[in-house]
């Protein structure tokens, strides 16, 4: 959902789209697990998905833009 408001808003560009995919699916995980084992102490490990969904998100990101750039025929 985070992903599609913002591409619909021609505001971002594909890596910071994709960057707040990884980190908004981040976030899902953690309120879910906390939802599941009735803890908030999974919030601490939320710092470790943070970076690592902001790294996943900028490499994921530049690929799709490669991809996208390359493809002749491809509607932005």
């Not at 999974?42 to 750039?69: P, R």
Request: glycine letters at 6%.
């Amino acid at each position: 959902v985070v992903m599609v408001l913002m591409k619909k808003s021609k505001k971002f560009s594909m890596i910071s789209v994709s960057i707040c995919g990884a980190v908004s699916h981040n976030v899902a995980q953690i309120l879910v697990a906390m939802l599941i084992f009735e803890t908030t102490a999974l919030f601490y490990y939320f710092i470790v998905l943070w970076f690592t969904g902001i790294l996943a998100g900028f490499v994921i990101g530049i690929i799709s833009y490669e991809i996208v750039k390359r493809l002749p025929d491809f509607k932005r």
